[in-house]
Structure formats: structure tokens, C-alpha cells
């Protein structure tokens, strides 16, 4: 039941602690709607009207008379502002000029169990124009904090009356979350435990920690715990030393250059675990990323990338004696320079620039792989290492050159038959016809295998015994003209 202390001048203001100017008092038996009467001065003598009106600081005189009131406070339109019931005449046991008034308005500040006592009753306006007024307790509202319940649970209860927002978590506090929490975001202010590859596991410390649950939403909205939004005009200066950022994480071992302390650092851990219904290339689909990275930059004013990072190798010094920086999705606008992925050696010997490789049970169908707008493969390097070639037209069936038993081979488009090879010596060998406009010789000619000629550079000037075949005739055909090393030759030929 509240207490009244009936003493002539009230003053009453709305929610905001502001005066309710004009505003209106009606007094009711306790719980009921039935009028009861209030005084404008102690003895109780001269009644008030019903509503009261209160002037234009909020104020009013009201003595309460004897019984337990409903008093209903009301702006000028009879708009209800608050409803308190129970109000009973408390005078006799408060008077301003005595020391049980004292002893009665510090229970009420220290009261714990009216929700209307305590820092309901401490008013608190902000410094500058345009503040507005409050109280301690609507100020303490703005924030919940777990230690102010008795769990994590409660508060989020408290929480939930209100809509979403932040629920802190002090030092040294326990906190044991509900099942669902979408609404909420707990800031835990102390170091704690948390899960980053299971729904429950240990071993991974956090020193500033958010847990956050996301709800279903609307297909328009994009949720996140946490966001940095970051509007720069402009710095006057380019380069990354003068970069404007959203975000800046330093890692680095403390005295690293003479450190013989053993332990892994990075700069950041990033783990993401999906799950859905089985997509179908529709709605359906459930994608998840790392990392998702949109970059752009106006043409003409500069060098723009999705991703650019420099690793070095320091000596004692810490002067690097190995670079590497790798860029990737490279627009350098003052150039016209346009490419996926580079990766540029800055100081030193680098191994190599790229590098694929297959590992544990772990394979590649393809190591590289090309394909136009089309849809076509125009150039690929298998598992096998065989590189595949195809027209861009996709006219020409595709031929494939593989390294196979000391051999270079050109396979067919259907990658099985060898149309050429050339052996670790030199040897070529096509089971098709050769073409060419010239055909030139070097060496000894060797014997070959039956059916074939061995053609040579080496001359002699005598020959073997005649054999049993017709005699030239007098007259060739014709004659080939050739040279033999640097001396022009004549072959003659003759009809079959």
C-alpha cells in the first residue's frame, strides 16, 4: 500500500519528469471508480474539485481524507499517465520538522522492494539546452545488468518487456544463458570461456566477449552482433600510413626479435558452420562465407584490391631479407590495369609464386582450370598434369600434351590416342602425315623398324653392289632441289 504525506502543495510530473501542466487528479475509493472526496488544506475542511486541476507548474493543493485512495493522474486531454492504488494519508507519521520525516524518507530511498521508492524518487536532469528531465531509476532501466537479477535468465525476462538490447555481464558474475536469447546481446565485461568450433567446448579464453542469438527476420535485413559504420571525408594523404579505417588489430609478440618463447599467434580467427534444408539452387540454399569482401573505386583515382597483405621474414635487425606481397581482385584505375590475383616477390628469393598441392587423402580433379563465358574449357592442367587446349570458339576439339616414360605426347580431343611424340632424345614420332614446308635432316641415319625410312645429313662416295631392280633411265622427271650442309644439291626422280 503507498503512503501520501498529506501536506497541502503537491507538484506531479509525467513520465519524462517533466511538470504535467494543466493535468488533472482524480481520486477514487481504492480500487474502485467510485469518487472520493480530497481537501485543499490539513484541516480538512475545504474539499477539492474531482478531477483536480493542477496550474501551470503541475502543482495543486490535496490533503487526503480518511480510507485508502486510487488516485489517477490525467494530462489536459484525459490521457491517463499512471494509476497508483492503495494511497493512504501517511501524515501522522511524517512531519517535515521532525526527525522521524528524516528516518522516513531515507527508508524510502533505501527501500529494495517498492519498485516506486528508491531511485524512482531521485530526479535527474542532463547538463545543456534541450535535456530533458528523469529519474535515477528510468536511467538505470536503460541498461540491464545480470547482477541486478537473480540469473542471466531473469534479466533477459526484464528485457524482453522492453524489446531488444544489451544485458551486461559483470566481473567475476556466473551467468547461465537461456535456451533462446535472439533478442538479446550479452557483454560480458570480464574473461570467459567460449565456443568457437562447437556448441560447447574449452580451452578457448576471451577477455571482452558478446553472445548473441539471431531469431528468423525478414528477407530484406542483414543481422549482425556487432557493426562498425565509418564515414571518412578524406585525410589529404594517400598510402596505408595514412589510411583511414574502420579497424585496426595489432598482434606482436612482445620483444619478437630476441623472444625465445615458443607460441602461435594471429591476427584473427574466423569459424563459421552451416547447416539448412537441401538446396536446389532455389531459396532452399543455405550459403556461408569466411569473409564477405566488397570493394569499389571510382574510376581514374587510384589503385583499388579486395585483398592486399605483405609477409616478410626479419633479421635481427628487423630488416626484412624475404618479401612477398600478394594482392587479390587488382583494379589500378590509373593504369588500366585489371587482374585477379598477383603475387609479387619484394625482397629476396621466393620459392614459387604459386603453388597447388595435394595432401593426405586429400586431390585435385584439376590443379588449374579456365573457362570462358561460354561455359568452355579453353585451357586446363589435370591431376595427371596433362594440359588440355581448346579453340575459344570451341570449334576445334580440344587436344591434350602430357609428360609420360621420358616422352612428350599430343593426345587426341579424346585425350587416349598419341598423334605425336617427342622422345627424351629428340625422337619424333607421328602416326599421321607431317607436314611442313621444308624438312631438314641432321645426323647419321640409324636403322629403323619395317616399313620406315631413316633419312641422314652423312655422305659417302661409293655404294653397294647392283642389286636386281631396273636401271634409271637416261632422262629423270625432275629433280629435287636440296642442300647438303651448305651445298645446293640436285636429286633427281623419276615416274613410278
Known sequence: ??????????????????????????????????????????????????????????????????????????????????????????????????????AAIRADLSNTIDPLKNSALVGRKAKGDNATATTLDALADRSISVSDYANATAAFAQLSLTGTGTIDVPNNVAATLPTDYAIAVFDYKSQGVFHAYAESETGRIAKRLLRSQHGAHTGTQQVSVWALEHRPTGGGFNGAANADMAANISVIKRNYLTSTVQGEIDGMNIVVRQGGPAGNGSNLNSDCAGILIDVGIKTGVGFAAAYEASTAVFDAAGASIRKIQTQVGVMDTTTNTYLGFVAIAEVGLIDDGLRL????????????????????????????????????????????????????????????????????????????????????AGGTSVAGGAGTISFGSTTTATVGAAGAAAAQPAAPLGYLTAFLGTTPIKIPYHNA
Do not use: C, W
Not at 517533466?18 to 485543499?40: D, H, Q
Not at 499512471?82 to 501517511?90: E, H, L, P, Y
Not at 594440359?387 to 602430357?402: C, D, E, F, H, Q
Not at 609428360?403 to 614420332?429: P, R
Open 357 to 440: 598441392l595435394s595432401s593426405g587423402t586429400g586431390s585435385y580433379t584439376n590443379y588449374v582450370r579456365f573457362i570462358n563465358t561460354g561455359g568452355l574449357d579453353v585451357f586446363k592442367v589435370d591431376a595427371a598434369g596433362r594440359i588440355v587446349l581448346t579453340a575459344v570458339s570451341g570449334a576445334t576439339p580440344s587436344k591434350t600434351i602430357r609428360s609420360l616414360n621420358a616422352s612428350l605426347s599430343i593426345l587426341d580431343h579424346a585425350g587416349t590416342t598419341e598423334i605425336l611424340v617427342v622422345s627424351d632424345i629428340g625422337d619424333v614420332t607421328a602416326p599421321g602425315i607431317v607436314k611442313g614446308s621444308r624438312l631438314m
Open 1 to 102: 500500500m503507498a503512503a501520501f504525506q498529506s501536506l497541502p502543495l503537491i507538484a506531479v510530473s509525467d513520465d519524462a519528469g517533466l511538470p504535467l501542466v494543466g493535468g488533472k487528479i482524480f481520486a477514487y475509493e481504492s480500487g474502485t471508480t467510485t469518487l472520493k472526496i480530497t481537501f485543499s488544506d490539513t484541516a480538512q475542511t475545504v474539499q477539492n474539485t474531482n478531477p483536480i486541476i493542477l496550474n501551470a507548474r503541475g502543482e495543486a493543493l490535496m490533503v487526503l481524507g480518511a480510507g485508502a485512495y486510487t488516485l489517477q493522474f490525467a494530462r489536459a486531454d484525459n490521457t491517463i499517465v499512471r494509476t497508483v492504488n492503495g494511497v493512504v494519508d501517511d501524515t501522522a507519521a511524517l512531519s517535515l520538522t521532525s526527525s522521524a520525516a528524516t
